[in-house]
């Protein structure tokens, strides 16, 4: 079974940026679309971004302009670009596989605050 850890999350004052990293445990990264998730405290988990194999990518209407999701195969890593940030954005951040997502990370915590 892979195992995904994310990081790079943190706190940030709001129009602060971050960037969070997302690996995988084995091999094979390039072949899946990926994508980042957040879940907010006492919300469901929602999708963010996702990213193609391809690299084509999509981003929720609320992080559009805001958020780049990017990936390298080569380092078995798919990124998220945060810039802009606002208290709402405040959550845990997972990366999992687009299509058939597997067991969950530790996820990495978002905080935007003043």
């Known amino acids: 079974q892979v195992r995904l850890m994310e990081s790079g999350g943190g706190w940030v004052q709001p129009g602060g940026s971050l960037r969070l990293s997302c690996s995988a445990s084995?091999?094979?990264?390039?072949?899946?679309?990926m994508a980042w998730y957040r879940q907010a405290p006492g919300m469901q988990r929602e999708i963010v971004a996702a990213?193609?194999?391809?690299?084509?990518?999509r981003y929720q209407d609320a992080v559009t302009g805001r958020f780049t999701i990017s990936r390298d195969n080569a380092e078995n890593a798919v990124y998220l670009e945060m810039n802009m940030l606002k208290p709402e954005d405040t959550a845990v951040y997972y990366c999992?596989?687009?299509?058939?997502?597997?067991?969950w990370g530790p996820g990495t915590q978002v905080t935007v605050s003043s």
């Open positions: 084995r091999s094979g990264f390039s072949m899946y679309a």
């Open positions: 990213i193609t194999i391809g690299g084509d990518t």
């Open positions: 999992n596989f687009l299509d058939s997502p597997v067991e």
